[in-house]
């Protein structure tokens, strides 16, 4: 183990010079080094293996190690084969070559210092696990190595302790910068994925600042300009107000602040007086019912707490929606309202064309959210679920299913 803490030093300082982009670099680095100190232990014992009292069991060693290094190359060059058993077989094969050699050579070479039968390459196992997960497994794996060189090869000389703490060192340096490495790494992900998200979502407010909100700004202008027209038409003043009510909600959701409040549709109705209070599902959905869409619910009210009875009635409406626009003119629709003591269902089946399969993945890609925003987005809040089942020629089924512990 003697020049065991100089080697990997200089492999700490290539992981520190490059930062965290030098992982896997760093791996290819250790399996080299591991090559690169075999070939030095096997030189070093052919310069000195007749001065052994057993040079032949050294040898056995040496072709026991030459093969393990040769067969684990690939594993240290890539963190996902080096798994927690490889490195305990390289730390195990460290620990029994130290013992070995207090055990091969002669005790006038011990205490001169002589080096054990791996020499550097243990150091190659203490960069495993410091690469693999850190400092502190490192120092760990450099103690039991330290242990082994201290009890099985010379005790506590000056040179052992030097070596001990070398490696010690140099190992905690390089899992600290790896973990270092691999935090900053993580930051950086996250900070890439908000710069992305609020480019989309710049994107998209400059694309409906272009469209919505100038066609809803427009509608609330005529609306009172007709309401004037008419002789304070009601219809078109509560068309006005209610596009106005629209765009500020708009508006606040693109900048990120609180949404107004919002009053009923009409004209004469009053505000609840309990938002929470339980609503009944099946009123919320018969008006999506008309001749093409059949409505099958329980005899008795489906309740839930009111946010969650409106956010699921939209749900639906966006499937209905859905199959007004896709389906054909001709298509028909059914609701099935499922009461259950644990989960309300509602199932939205249509005997339309269907879609091919991954086209719902095609249409969020090309920027069209309907299914996984106003569809599964608002299950995913209620902490229920949204499965759609469909295939080409044989319509499609949606299947919204909300927990009542959720809700």
Same mark, same amino acid.
């Given at each position: 183990m003697? &020049?065991?803490g100089?080697r ?6 290539t ?8 992982e ?20 070093r014992?052919f310069n ?6 057993h040079?032949?069991a ?13 067969a684990?190359?690939?594993?240290f060059a890539?963190p996902q *084969? ?28 011990i205490?001169?210092g002589?080096?054990?039968?791996p #020499? ?16 502190r497994?490192?120092?760990a794996?450099?103690s039991?190595i330290?242990?082994?060189?201290i ?11 030097h ?8 190992g905690?340096a ?9 935090a900053?790494?993580? #930051? ?5 994925q908000? &710069?992305?998200?609020?480019?989309e979502?710049?994107?998209?407010s400059?694309?409906?600042h272009?469209?919505v ?15 004037? &027209? ?8 509560e ?6 009510e629209?765009?500020r909600?708009l508006?606040?959701?693109?900048t990120g602040g609180?949404l ?7 004209p004469?109705a009053? &505000?609840?007086a ?7 599902? #099946? ?9 093409r869409?059949?409505?099958?619910a ?9 946010p969650?009875a ?15 626009k ?11 309202v499922e009461d259950?003591?644990?989960?309300? #269902?509602v ?5 339309g ?5 991954g *086209?719902l ?16 987005? *608002?299950l995913?809040d ?5 499965e759609?089942?469909?295939t ?13 512990e959720?809700?």
């Amino acid at each position: 183990m003697t &020049e065991g803490g100089g080697r990997a030093g200089a492999v700490g300082g290539t992981v520190a010079a490059g930062g965290m982009s030098v992982e896997l670099p760093l791996w290819r680095a250790i399996s080299y080094f591991r090559v690169l100190a075999l070939c030095y232990a096997l030189l070093r014992y052919f310069n000195s293996y007749l001065h052994f009292l057993h040079p032949v069991a050294g040898w056995i060693f040496m072709g026991a190690l030459t093969l393990w290094t040769l067969a684990s190359t690939r594993a240290f060059a890539d963190p996902q *084969r080096c798994t927690r058993y490889v490195l305990g077989a390289d730390l195990a094969l460290a620990v029994t070559g130290i013992v070995l050699s207090g055990l091969t050579d002669s005790p006038a070479r011990i205490s001169h210092g002589a080096p054990t039968l791996p #020499t550097i390459w243990a150091a190659g196992t203490v960069l495993g696990y410091a690469a693999k997960a850190g400092w502190r497994p490192a120092a760990a794996a450099g103690s039991v190595i330290g242990v082994a060189n201290i009890l099985g090869h010379g005790g506590p000389t000056g040179d052992n302790i030097h070596n001990i703490v070398l490696l010690l060192v140099a190992g905690c340096a390089i899992g600290y910068v790896i973990e270092l490495a691999r935090a900053s790494e993580a #930051t950086l992900t996250r900070a890439l994925q908000v &710069e992305a998200a609020t480019r989309e979502r710049e994107r998209l407010s400059r694309d409906i600042h272009d469209g919505v909100l100038q066609v809803l700004a427009l509608v609330q202008r005529r609306g009172a300009e007709l309401s004037r &027209e008419a002789g304070g038409g009601a219809d078109f003043a509560e068309l006005g107000r209610l596009a106005g009510e629209q765009e500020r909600a708009l508006r606040a959701l693109m900048t990120g602040g609180p949404l107004p409040a919002q009053r009923n549709a009409g004209p004469d109705a009053a &505000e609840p007086a309990d938002p929470h209070a339980p609503s009944d599902l #099946t009123a919320l959905l018969r008006p999506y019912a008309d001749e093409r869409i059949t409505l099958s619910a329980p005899g008795t009210p489906v309740l839930l707490p009111g946010p969650a009875a409106g956010e699921l009635a939209a749900a639906v409406g966006a499937a209905v929606d859905n199959v007004r626009k896709h389906a054909g003119e001709r298509a028909r629709a059914w609701i099935l309202v499922e009461d259950e003591p644990e989960a309300v #269902t509602v199932s939205i089946r249509d005997d339309g064309p269907g879609f091919a399969p991954g *086209r719902l993945g095609e249409a969020e890609q090309a920027g069209r959210l309907g299914v996984s925003q106003s569809i599964r987005g *608002r299950l995913l809040d209620l902490g229920g679920t949204a499965e759609l089942y469909s295939t080409p020629g044989e319509g499609v089924e949606v299947e919204l299913r909300v927990p009542r512990e959720s809700s």
